[in-house]
């Protein structure tokens, strides 16, 4: 008998595994599926939400003075002031540099091939260098074709652009949209999400959101700001250097900057490539100025830049980027800034709550805080409340059933 209950169990265990591992995979299977499904809006989606933590600050400020739909409104006329400007700046030089690259591609490659031929080849008078001859020709020819058709390709790409310009206008549109509404509302969204959290969560759920988008929004910002600073630098560098396609350069350099490690390094490599067009000396030169730039960057801009968009001081910033890469590698030093900051706002916030000591200080070191945070979680708090007299249209002003 005992052994009957024995084996039942046995089986009754091995069939609740089969079924646990059954049900995972359904589950991985229908999260692929439902992904697949909306991959559609995801993109829109994600600008929109990207576009909300960017801009919150800069609309809260601006609310303060005539209402938050205005404010709204003149940031996103400002900035896209701001993103035309810097196109109508950028976009010629790019262009045109493009078209001399693609249209001089043949002759570097046959510059190259001469130099090769007239300071190596002619040194190799073994017969054992018949194989680097043909292999050099072979390698000569395939360029040559490759460059010629970069002019077949770029044309190509022109005429399928069309397309992809659509594709890229409307996900832009839409996300345009998505967080116009989400940042007039965002006010009456948070006290809704408050109310659903009920009394004894309000109060931390107010505090960790308040948080998390100031550290997110201040480390994208501080993000692009870093780009646009390696990329004039690059660019400045360059020029004075009269290497070619220096705009170029510049703009790849900065909007490679965010991608640790690897994204240096190729602009690197290709301002060295860009700088052998003069010769040996100037190729070093220019993959030393690129260096500089993303290293004048690295050390000086990069840690004030986000110890004041995130509150943390620099050290905590350089220690933290130490160790997510030390631990996580690529992963850690993009996310190690923006996860010290919302960790440390956690942690000061439970131990300040918990004590009734405050540690935080604008002067301090690890337990730094600015104005800024009182203010943020004031607002926070004022939101949680679910007072009538809070309730306002989006505006900033009450709503018409308070009076």
């Known amino acids: ?33 439902l992904l697949s499904a909306i991959s559609f809006a995801l993109l829109p989606l994600t600008l929109g939400l990207l576009i909300v933590l960017l801009l919150e600050g800069p609309v809260e400020f601006v609310g303060q003075k005539i209402g938050r739909t205005a404010s709204v409104i003149v940031v996103y006329l400002g900035s896209l002031v701001v993103i035309a400007i810097m196109l109508m700046v950028i976009i010629p030089p790019v262009y045109a540099q493009i078209v001399q690259f693609v249209q001089a591609a043949g002759g570097y490659v046959t510059q190259s091939y001469n130099w090769w031929q007239d300071n190596v080849m002619l040194k190799q008078t ?34 399928n652009a069309g397309g992809w310009v659509m594709a890229v206008f409307f996900n832009v549109t839409i996300a345009l949209m998505i967080a116009f509404y989400a940042l007039a509302d965002l006010p009456r969204l948070e006290r809704e999400v408050f109310a659903i959290a009920g009394e004894k969560s309000r109060e931390e759920l107010a505090h960790a959101l308040r948080t998390t988008t100031r550290v ?69 030169w220019a993959f030393l100025v690129a260096w ?20 943390l001081h620099p050290l905590i910033v350089l220690s933290s980027l130490l160790l997510g890469t030390a631990l996580f590698g690529m992963a850690g030093m993009v996310f190690s800034v923006p996860v010290a900051a919302v960790a440390k706002g956690m942690l000061l916030y439970r131990y300040e709550k918990s004590t009734d000591h405050p ?24 939101r949680a409340k679910p007072d009538d007299d809070l309730a306002s249209d989006g505006s900033g002003e009450p709503s018409g059933r308070d009076g």
């Open 126 to 159: 073994t017969p054992d260098s018949a194989w680097l001859r043909t292999a050099t020709v072979a390698l000569k020819d395939q360029l040559l074709a490759a460059s010629g058709s970069l002019s077949t390709g770029a044309a190509q790409f022109a005429l």
């Open 1 to 33: 008998m005992a052994s009957n209950e024995h084996s039942k169990a046995r089986w009754t265990l091995a069939g609740i595994r089969v079924w646990t591992v059954v049900g995972i995979v359904v589950l991985v299977f229908a999260g692929i599926w």
């Open 359 to 382: 540690l935080t200080d604008e002067d301090g070191v690890i337990f730094r805080a600015s104005k800024q945070d009182t203010e943020d979680d004031s607002a926070s708090l004022d």
């Open 216 to 284: 997110v929004g201040g480390w994208l910002t501080g993000t692009l700001i870093q780009s646009v600073i390696v990329g004039v630098l690059m660019t400045v560098g360059l020029m004075l250097l009269n290497v070619p396609y220096a705009v170029l350069i510049g703009v790849l350099g900065g909007l490679l900057n965010p991608v640790p490690y690897v994204g240096s390094t190729i602009s690197w490599v290709i301002a060295g490539a860009a700088g052998l067009i003069l010769g040996p000396w100037m190729a070093l």
């Open 292 to 311: 500089a730039a993303s290293n004048i960057n690295g050390f000086v801009f990069a840690p004030r830049i986000m110890s004041e968009s995130v509150d």
